[in-house]
């Protein structure tokens, strides 16, 4: 008798486990969250919806490549994915990237790597208007060689403005700043031919924008305060 009941005990098991394994009717695996894996992090590259992200050492996601997948063209880049809040946005994550119009950078950013927008067609960059504490960087040639890019919404976390950050830019277009960059490199601006069509908006006093308007001067570019949104 003991010898039966074991055995029906043991086909029980077999069962349940077969069909706890085809839940979904279509033995899909449904994967939880990555974890971090320290040095290697790097190396593993994930996806949540239209992106593809890597872990970085501290925790945080860098961007690697835009997919498109939903079609949208306006994108507002998620604060966080899966868990992890993005930092930065790699090199030529949006490069080429042809079905974008406006892209609405995250709160938690602190770099925009070389090259990540590359000859994007995108139209209006706006950043995510936060009071955090922590600083971002435009790394040289971020935004090179964007024809169409008309509109760029700064926040206060922009500290550094690397060199040719928006090089060879095509069409005329103003961009705004919420608080003087600590840093603005040689040919940060340069928009070639278009220079003369820049604009530089502020918010409140110039006085406050040393900066800025060191840059701005030699070139000529106009200092226009935005009377919308100035303290």
Same mark, same amino acid.
């Given at each position: 008798?003991?010898? =039966?009941?074991?055995?029906?005990?043991?086909?029980? $098991?077999?069962?349940?486990?077969?069909?706890? $394994?085809?839940?979904?009717?279509?033995?899909?695996?449904?994967?939880?969250?990555? *974890?971090?894996?320290?040095?290697?992090?790097?190396?593993?590259?994930?996806? +949540?919806?239209?992106?593809?992200?890597?872990?970085?050492?501290? !925790?945080?996601? /860098?961007?690697? /490549?835009?997919?498109?997948?939903?079609?949208?063209?306006?994108?507002? =880049?998620?604060?966080?994915?899966?868990? #992890?809040?993005?930092?930065?946005?790699?090199?030529? *994550?949006?490069?080429?990237?042809?079905?974008?119009?406006?892209?609405?950078?995250? @709160?938690?950013?602190?770099?925009?790597?070389?090259?990540? #927008?590359?000859?994007?067609?995108?139209?209006? =960059?706006?950043?995510?208007?936060?009071?955090?504490?922590?600083?971002?960087?435009?790394?040289?040639?971020?935004?090179?060689? $964007?024809?169409?890019? @008309?509109?760029?919404?700064?926040? +206060?976390?922009? /500290?550094?403005?690397? +060199?040719?950050?928006?090089?060879?830019?095509?069409?005329?277009?103003?961009?705004?700043?919420?608080?003087?960059?600590?840093?603005?490199?040689?040919?940060?601006?340069?928009? !070639?031919?278009?220079?003369?069509?820049?604009? #530089?908006?502020?918010? !409140?006093? =110039?006085?406050?924008?040393?900066?800025?308007?060191?840059?701005?001067?030699?070139?000529?570019?106009?200092?226009?305060?935005?009377?919308?949104?100035?303290?």
């Amino acid at each position: 008798m003991k010898k =039966i009941i074991s055995l029906i005990l043991a086909v029980l $098991c077999v069962a349940l486990t077969f069909c706890s $394994c085809n839940k979904n009717g279509d033995n899909s695996v449904t994967t939880t969250a990555p *974890a971090v894996t320290g040095e290697n992090s790097e190396n593993t590259v994930y996806t +949540s919806g239209d992106f593809n992200y890597v872990i970085l050492p501290q !925790g945080t996601a /860098k961007i690697v /490549k835009y997919n498109g997948t939903s079609g949208k063209t306006d994108v507002d =880049i998620p604060a966080s994915l899966d868990g #992890f809040n993005v930092t930065v946005i790699g090199e030529n *994550a949006f490069t080429e990237e042809q079905n974008v119009s406006t892209v609405i950078l995250p @709160r938690y950013l602190t770099e925009i790597e070389a090259r990540a #927008f590359n000859k994007s067609p995108v139209l209006n =960059i706006w950043f995510h208007q936060t009071k955090g504490d922590h600083s971002t960087v435009i790394d040289s040639y971020a935004f090179s060689e $964007c024809n169409n890019l @008309r509109q760029i919404m700064l926040s +206060s976390s922009v /500290k550094r403005i690397e +060199s040719n950050a928006f090089y060879l830019g095509s069409v005329p277009r103003y961009i705004k700043f919420f608080t003087d960059p600590e840093y603005i490199g040689s040919n940060a601006f340069d928009f !070639g031919k278009n220079i003369d069509k820049l604009e #530089f908006w502020h918010v !409140g006093d =110039i006085s406050n924008y040393k900066n800025l308007k060191s840059y701005a001067d030699p070139y000529g570019i106009p200092l226009v305060l935005d009377k919308n949104t100035a303290e």
